[in-house]
């Protein structure tokens, strides 16, 4: 401990730091019943669990606030930045008043923590990061997530970062200083290359708000960053999937046959694709060794669970069914404690990109090849489906379009990150692929959900380039081209008219689907290309 003049230039004053702490060490001063406490009603201490995970608890923020989130508007951030509901401006003043208010919090603790790591596991394009926090979970969490430096790579960290994260989470923001409209508040700042976090605890903010700092730069770079998981074959061969929550992108990358990159975030560079992170950050909810083993083991000494409950207070053997706390159960974890990870986390062009959509409606093909103006078409989109039991009031299919499949989290307009996709996509030969994980024989609740094994043997036919090589045809609406034979597929399946019995209703839904496509499409007509916007359904 003692003065830190790395901290200095941020405004760090507080004398009481612990910088980058061993695991057992965050352990430790994690249960240290002096300060394991929280004056929140809804605050438990942190504990560790049955299987070594260390158990820590969010309060009353459970989940992201993307409400609250808010990008410093200047001169490096006006005509950059799209702006809107997604990406709210707040003034540089402002923000220096969220600012001073996080240094003054964290300048008055009595323990102070430190974890410095890379974004990345490509030393070209990598950020140095300095995270600045006031709970050891929070430090534990974010050396899981982030890539965590070598020995002899720790001096570069003492010549300044890339970026610098400070968390004052139980530290409310004023509602009163304009642009802060709640308690909470996550602001970007990429002039400083700060964010200020107050008023959440937690954790995923950090990790998202990475994130949108890399969906920010890489770009501006030339390179694509992505909302995906990526795997390798043993050939080398690198598949990208992209896909929002309930599509299957963390089911289907998880292949015994090939090698884990990543489950969540990558960079398409001019050398081949890299992990953004060192670590996962996996939905624990309903969690099973039957059903997902290799997480299911990942959760051991080193993880941390978020939000989740007990059988027993005393036996802490976790009870990964019990969600009165939150459905959002969380899990964070190092990358190599799955079984095959690849360490360093890097990979060659992608050989194959896969879009996955769970469509509720029960209309689209469970497997198309696309051309790469229907690629940026469909990458932009961003679409699945809601069904009965995600949200509350849910009673029929709900559309939900997230551009690039990961719209929360990019600050630039979806049209740049599909023309990377596009000219990274072209340029390496990289084969586009959309496969529907959800409906088969009619809409929800009457068809049923697409098997896994008819969706394993597809993304299988994939990789073994068996779809490279058979005969297609043309889906109405869509003009998609849908092969007419898939090895472990009934080729009666891969064209959904035949799985309805009523081909008038399927007509109905399928052009129903196609309208809201187009609507929703609207609102990236203006910065889209021609060939792109025709590359939509036709009514």
Known sequence: MGKCEYLTKVGITNPHVYRNLSVPELYEHAVDPEFNWSNDPLGRPAMIASNGALCAYSTDRTGRSPKERRVVLDDATRDTVNWGEINIPI??????????????????????????????WDPKWRLKVRVICELPYHALFMRNMMVVPKPEEMHEFEKGVDFTILNAGKFRADPLNKG????????????????????????????????????????????????????EGSGGDVSLFFG???????????????????????????????NIEGGCYAKCCFLSEEKEPEIY?????????????????????????????????????????????????LGSHPKNIIFLTCDAYGVL????KLTPEQSMYQ???GYTAKVAGTEIGIKEPVPSFSACFGEAFIPLHPYKYAKLLSEKMQKHGTNVWFVNTGWSGGAYPKGKRMS?????????????????????KKFDIFNLDIPTSCSGVDPKVLDPVNTWQSKDEYMRTLKKL????????????????KEVIEAGPKL
């Open 244 to 274: 929002l929550s309930g599509t299957g992108k963390t089911t289907l990358s998880a292949d015994p046959q090939r090698r884990l990159i990543g489950d969540d975030e990558h960079v398409w560079t001019d050398k081949g694709v890299f």
């Open 91 to 120: 003034d540089p003043v402002n923000y220096k008043v969220n600012y001073a208010r996080t240094l003054d919090y964290l300048n008055m603790l009595k323990r102070l923590y430190v974890v410095d790591g890379y974004a990345g």
């Open 365 to 368: 093909p469970p497997v198309a």
């Open 379 to 381: 990458f932009i989109t």
């Open 297 to 345: 083991n990942a959760l051991k000494f080193g993880s941390v669970l978020e939000n989740i409950k007990f059988f027993d207070e005393n036996e802490r053997v976790v009870n990964y069914d019990d969600i009165s706390i939150t459905e959002n159960t969380r899990a964070s974890y190092p990358l190599q404690y799955i079984p095959g990870a690849k360490i360093p986390a």
């Open 514 to 529: 196609a309208g809201m496509f187009n609507k929703n499409f609207e609102r990236y007509a203006s910065q889209s290309g």
């Open 180 to 231: 802060v409209k709640q308690k909470t508040s996550v602001a970007i700042n990429f002039t400083d290359n700060t964010m200020c976090i107050l008023g959440t605890l937690y954790a995923g903010e950090m990790k998202k708000g990475l994130f949108g700092v890399m969906n920010y730069l890489m770009p501006l770079k030339g390179q694509l960053s992505t909302h995906s998981s990526a795997n």
């Open 452 to 472: 896994l094994k008819i969706t394993r043997a597809i993304i299988d036919a994939i990789h073994s380039q068996e779809l490279n090589k058979v005969k297609y």
